[in-house]
Nanobody, 123 residues
Framework: QVQLVESGGGLVQAGGSLRLSCAASGRTFSSYVMGWFRQAPGKEREFVAAISWSSGRTYYADSVKGRFTISRDNAKNTVYLQMNSLKPEDTAIYYC????????????????WGQGTQVTVSS
């Protein structure tokens, strides 16, 4: 059974940083793409970043490019999202997701989801 468990959310002031973690278990993820999505109140879930577990290639939404960095630790089966220069508009629940195959920015193309972690950025 696949499990994705996020952690690391919290309250931070604008300009600050947070690092989210997603611990993955239940299968071998070498052929998977891991993604981070976020959902603010009243808004659709949106793509933030993704990483190919095998190649390490990364992909970012334009809104976070240059501020967020996605990475993985193969030994720990964990994916990270380092978020710097946070803005109030980054406030959302952040979800980790996994899909087999290529990168997608579409939420419903991901097969597995974590429970989410709240990130709140105050102005």
């Amino acid at each position: 059974q696949v499990q994705l468990v996020e952690s690391g959310g919290g309250l931070v002031q604008a300009g600050g940083s947070l690092r989210l973690s997603c611990a993955a278990s239940g299968r071998t993820f070498s052929s998977y793409v891991m993604g981070w999505f976020r959902q603010a109140p009243g808004k659709e879930r949106e793509f933030v970043a993704a990483i190919s577990w095998s190649s390490g290639r990364t992909y970012y939404a334009d809104s976070v490019k240059g501020r967020f960095t996605i990475s993985r630790d193969n030994a720990k089966n964990t994916v990270y999202l380092q978020m710097n220069s946070l803005k109030p508009e980054d406030t959302a629940i952040y979800y980790c997701a996994a899909r087999r195959g290529g990168v997608s920015v579409t939420a419903n193309e991901y097969d597995y989801w974590g429970q989410g972690t709240q990130v709140t950025v105050s102005s």
